[in-house]
């Protein structure tokens, strides 16, 4: 593997194992999916809820709680020339690369604070434990300081969350995120609830910590306007696979998966009053997927062996691949 890669994963597969009226019912939330993510990028991971894309994150992140399983493949960290699979790891291993070379952001930001004390405190908190010999003082001027780096106002430390607004509590866990200088950092769906305002703010923040620091984002949302602003390269997830992956702007210039194209004609477009077009039907329930692609069932596009047949992750490009029979018979 080249100098540029961070992280790359070799078929990975991670279910929900469900105890329903006495029977097991799987659901398949990632399956069988390769990645190759480089340093000093922001990798973008885009699909409709239930997709599986935070159960990726997690999976990336190795933080597997019943009844969520690892049901195999590798997750393989490139740091200091060392291959680390993070996921053959102990529990101790994998707390002690968190804490030193990954951080992850997850849906919600009040889920990260103690409701009951300062901000200060956290940070405090979060410093002890990850900085030892450090004075009380000293630990509070390290977060006065990165609190100011990034432009948001000190008083924010002197307040307890709640009293907050959800776009600021939103950028106090993105700071917290960013304050020991991760190699990595994962976030899930960091503009949820929050209005297209606040939003710009948030993706903004996110750009200038990666910028700062020359790391790797990798972003999860739904929200592919929040893509084409802030994500280098991307991929489109649907019912627990990867179908679409590309540089940012090919995806949107040259979108060769359906659904890939129902995603990016649903954004609304200056001047353009029409009713945009999505995708028909709803996405198949993971416990239960349908014979062949995922997706011929609301495929407008689809062929026979379309029914039959699930299509490999296949190169259509210099940096561009694809699954989708479409683009197979068209090689062919």
Not at 146 to 166: D, F, M, N, T
Not at 254 to 260: G, R
Request: with cysteine; proline share 6%; aromatic share 8%.
């Amino acid at each position: 593997m080249d100098n540029n890669t961070v992280l790359v994963t070799e078929n990975i597969k991670s279910y929900y194992v469900l105890d329903v009226g006495g029977s097991k019912k799987v659901v398949k939330a990632v399956d069988d999916v390769n990645l190759t993510i480089r340093k000093n990028e922001i990798y973008g991971i885009a699909g409709e809820s239930g997709c599986g894309k935070t159960t990726l994150m997690k999976t990336l992140y190795a933080l597997m709680n019943p009844p969520l399983r690892f049901m195999g493949g590798k997750v393989i960290y490139y740091r200091d020339d060392q291959e680390i699979d993070i996921l053959s790891l102990s529990k101790e291993e994998r707390r002690k690369l968190r804490w030193e070379y990954i951080a992850y952001i997850p849906q919600g930001a009040m889920s990260i604070f103690n409701p009951v004390i300062k901000l200060k405190e956290t940070y405090r908190d979060f410093l002890d434990s990850h900085l030892s010999g450090k004075t009380r003082d000293e630990i509070f001027e390290i977060a006065r300081e990165h609190i100011k780096e990034l432009g948001l106002p000190i008083k924010v430390l002197e307040a307890y969350p709640h009293q907050l607004s959800g776009g600021m509590r939103q950028r106090v866990a993105i700071a917290l995120a960013g304050l020991l200088k991760p190699a990595v950092i994962f976030a899930d769906e960091p503009t949820t609830a929050l209005d297209v305002v606040v939003q710009r703010g948030v993706v903004q923040l996110l750009k200038d910590i990666q910028e700062s620091l020359k790391n790797t984002i990798i972003l999860v949302t739904h929200d592919m306007g929040i893509h084409a602003n802030i994500s280098d390269r991307m991929a489109i997830m649907y019912a627990g696979k990867i179908i679409e992956e590309a540089e940012t702007k090919e995806i949107f210039y040259n979108p060769l998966h359906p659904y890939t194209r129902f995603l990016i004609n649903s954004l609304p477009k200056f001047g353009d009053k029409g009713v945009r077009a999505s995708a028909p039907g709803n996405p198949p329930s993971l416990a239960n997927l349908p014979t062949g692609c995922p997706f011929h069932p609301r495929c407008p596009e689809k062929t026979d062996i379309c029914t039959r047949e699930v299509p490999e992750l296949v190169q259509t490009g210099e940096e561009h691949k694809t699954a989708c029979w479409l683009v197979s018979k068209g090689d062919e």
